[in-house]
């Protein structure tokens, strides 16, 4: 509920290919309206300054901080969240994180992921260093990151441009 | 047995991995009230609230709260413990009253229709602010002109003890040889990555409240909101659902989450809390802040003779509730050197109170500092004797046909297998390969060093911990099994998960002790409704403890199951056996689990006579030996150093760890990998650093600095596995073995690099300008 004062705005956008045209607080974050409002949880509010990566969102294919943008700057886009995400390379990374343990908490996995996700597509053959770098505006706090580095690096491996 | 032992992936992550979790702040209530806390913006401060008008004007406000309108529905609280007899710890509340005693203490609450607007009301409350004097400085807060951290106190010494045994000056005048250092370990915290926060409910009608809440012990939780809101503890429920973290940060008495109970029961209306990651660094416990000034006396056969330690600790402005921050000293004490053969010590711990937040237990309580303290001493002597510091401790480490060992402490320690660690790591180094390319990068001109720890941790605390002590915290716990009419089993444990994977582990128990795969296994925890009260998560307890109570209960159902077959099947249950979810006998398959459920559940007429088979049964353990179970490691630290710039780079790190019997050793690798990053971070960037004047710098993670995965090592880790006895499974514990010795190995590590210079440091975490200033290269 908000306030008789709080200002809104109207947005249109689509949300994991659903259309919605609402009302949002024009202080309220992308990943906070994805959560309260919308009622997507997957993505999860970790700082809420920009540092930790746990609110990965895709904004129109890339992926952004969704506690770094406004709802209402969403207007017009096409948002995808981590229970949308059905491309092979997100599959392929969920199952992956999962055989290795790459996850404990899970806090961190979802925004992890799509960060992957993203590495992959641009890079199917990364070193674990290139990983490492790739993955270093995600916080884990869990695991060490050596088990999402396997991950990765196991998704790489699966790859068809690797086989190629 | 063939599931204990596998490295089988934790079943619950699928979920996680899909974005299907449900955490705390995943699940809103009807009606809920979002809560925002005016806090102390001094680290000492008298205050007097003077106006509420403005803020709860601001449209969208409920309620505007301060002590005085929770008083009616909330008691204060004082940390006491036996285990710290005579400890000061004052009074503390869910709001402060008149005086705030930390920079972050909450001293008002705002209740409104958003979180923003509750933020925006608390800016509008009215406070007369009296500033008195602060401490924080810890090595400053004994002189005798320091202010008190509370007023009236006349001393900021909270407690003090002497931890003895052995004749330690004799042991100093026989030594041959006498090291020292004096090591600052600077405060860092938990930061689990999913912020505190708090979704409580009050119906007035049947005076229950339910709280969802991401902690780490559902049932101590219970038993501490009944007390303070006098509400009957049966009228409590407590959920943790998936926990984003918890590593001791989430398992302390906080005043902004008792607040926010209060307020649901005070206005009949769910009021939702959650940190913000401000606060949270702010107001989450703090841990390991310690100055230690410790002496080695060691003989002219390079054998040591004893300690002599001073710790001086500091407890923030509170001994933490309900366990104390004292633990934190005295276990840092007692693992001082625990892996060693010595005949005498002195230990003594000053707690001391300060205008910062409370410390408390934080991931391997105190053993990083005691762990760190030894390790630099033992390098210190094996340099002044030229020798190896392998060499070292090999001819001074507990040898396993010396154990039982009692050290001079009273700690005893038993099946440790210190020699065979040392073994395994050194095969697993390559030592004489390492150490030529070591040498090959060094007249490179390369700055690197080696660094070794090695490890005791006391762990899987039983019953004697803090029952002793009088403290409410239950170190038993129970598991209870149902064998549906599916012919899958549900279980319901009061061991909590908080990603360690502890039910993945009690789920492959549960399989072997009654004959079913692991994933007819459903486990539940983390919810006072439906789990028997227990422990929850903490000191590495859930394999230990929570897996001889899956065990037993597995048994438990098998007998009943068996003799509920036989008694349909006309034979004796002796010729029977479960096995992969059937019910046979040397024939073969006799009936499949689902045909007896069902029969007992919806055809009970077809039992004979007398026969009341209990699908549903509980086994309660309680550890009745070994207050505490020991369990031992060695880790090995390659780093780098760039003299120029004088950032530290860890290249490489190696554990050789023995937890006991491991039930799954994909999960284990995981929590030791964890762990050593974790003190990675301590050693290396974590800090809660405050200016001169008490105010906190680290509010952010951009100032709070946490271990990245670019600067992290690959971690190799190996076992040696060497059952506790006193047990029907033999684990012993996994949780926080890395976490304990990877700062000691780091910073010898760094040591070891800086000696090629003539250079060295003693203050965790390392930080490049220490290094420059050790160098000679920053003044």
Redesign the interface.
Known sequence: ??????PTAGITCSVNGQDIRTQV?L??SLVDWL??DVG??????????G??G?CHVRVDGQVVRGCLMLAVQADGARIE???GAADPLTLA???A?????A????????GM?LQAAELLAANPTPS??E???A??G????????????DAVMAVSADMPARQA | MTHIGQPLPRAATLRLVAGRGSYMDDVSARGELHAAFLRSPYPHAGFRITGTAAASALPGVVAVLTEADLAPVCQPWQTRTGSAPGMVSPTQRALAKDEACYQGEPIAMVLALSRAVAEDAAELIEVEWQELPAITNLAAALDADAPPAHQGLTSNLAWTTEMKGGDIDAAFAAAALVVEDRLTFTRSTGVTLEPRGVLAQYNPASQALEVRISHQMPHQLQRHLADLLGVSLARVRVICPDVGGGFGLKMHVYPDEIATCAAARLLGRPVRFVADRAEALLSDIHAREHIVDARMAVDAGGRILGFDVQDVQGLGAYSIFPRSSTTEGVSALRSLGAPYRFSAYRGRLRSVLQNKVPTGQYRSVGHPVGIAVAERLVDLAAAARGEDPLEFRRRNLVAEAEMPWVNPLGARMAELSHQQCLAKLEALLDLPTLRAEIATLRAAGRCIGLGFASIVEFTATGPEGYGRAGVLVAAVDTVVLSLEPSGEVTARASISEIGQGTTQGLAQVVADAFGVAPDQVLMGSGDTATTPHGGGAWASRGAAIGGEAAWGAGRKLRAEVLAAAAALLQCAPETLDISDGRIIDASGPRMTLAELAETVTFRGYELPAGVQPQLTVAHHYRREQDTALTTNGFQASLVEIDADTGIITPLRHWVVGDCGRLLNPLLVEGQVRGGVVQGIGEALFEACRYDETGQFLSGTLADYLLPMAGEMPDITVAHVETPYSGSVLGAKGAGEAGTAGAPGAILNAVNDALAQHGAAVSELPVTPGAILRALGRLP
């Not at chain 1, 995600?138 to 580095?149: A, D, K, L, S």
């Open positions: 509920m908000l306030p008789p004062d709080e607080p202080r309220r959560r309260h997507l949880t997957g993505s999860h509010v970790g700082c809420e300054h540092v930790c746990a969240t981590i229970e990374l969920q199952d994180f999962f055989r290795h343990a996850l404990q908490c899970g806090f961190c996995t979802p992921i674990r260093a990983v490492r770098e993955l270093s995600n916080y884990c706090r869990c695991t060490g990151y050596q088990p999402i580095v």
